[in-house]
């Protein structure tokens, strides 16, 4: 029989903070260490390491009352966190961007006086380590939107009422189907063929 193949440290992180918030109650370590190996296979040996990096990157919240340390991981505080997170890279965007500007300023003025301004190729690094700053942050903000609780939920919305539509459509040909069957006494075989319907659209129909 095979050994079951570690678990890496991204993977071990990933499954104690959804076991944190499947849970959505607080838990001192060696309660964690119990549920982590019982639930998501996670060693108590690594349990201690696991939380701390969670803790250190805002995931979970720890909390000392007298000797003993406690962790937790709402999902509502994951949202909220996202969220405080959007609004500060937004605000960076906002000043890398002056930033730059005041930058492109100086850098025309510098052209127009390269022999007197002997820091100019300083400036100019300067700029393109502002401009590098700001695409980064501009991804950021871009892997925050996409996992924007409001839009997840819009397009859950938008997907179960195209399902209603098609759910509908597909009923809507099926009565159709039996009333020219029944009126004009053909078969299945019969129907498809004079309406040009292929057998793979049927078995799609019939998905639906």
Do not use: C
Not at 37 to 52: A, H, L, N, Y
Not at 81 to 92: C, G, N, P, Q
Not at 112 to 127: F, G, H, V, Y
């Amino acid at each position: 029989m095979s050994r079951a193949k570690p678990l890496s440290m991204e993977e071990k992180t990933k499954r104690i903070l959804d076991l944190l918030q499947t849970k959505d109650t607080v838990f001192n370590l060696k309660e964690l260490e119990k549920l982590g190996q019982k639930e998501k296979g996670v060693v108590p040996q690594s349990m201690k390491e696991v939380i701390d990096i969670l803790v250190s990157e805002n995931k979970v919240k720890e909390k000392k009352v007298g000797i003993t340390k406690y962790y937790w991981s709402f999902r509502s505080d994951i949202k909220l966190y996202k969220e405080v997170e959007t609004r500060k890279l937004i605000k960076e965007m906002e000043g890398l961007n002056k930033a730059k500007d005041l930058l492109n300023e100086e850098i025309s003025v510098m052209k127009q006086n390269r022999s007197t301004l002997p820091d100019r190729e300083a400036k100019i690094s300067q700029l393109n380590e502002m401009k590098k700053d700001l695409e980064e942050s501009t991804k950021k903000v871009a892997i925050l939107d996409e996992n924007n609780p409001i839009r997840i939920t819009r397009l859950k919305e938008e997907l179960s009422v195209a399902k209603q539509d098609l759910s509908d459509w597909g009923d809507a040909f099926n009565i159709i189907q039996n009333h020219i069957k029944d009126k004009f006494n053909i078969t299945q075989q019969d129907f498809v063929k004079s309406f040009g319907i292929t057998a793979s659209d049927m078995e799609k129909i019939e998905e639906i």
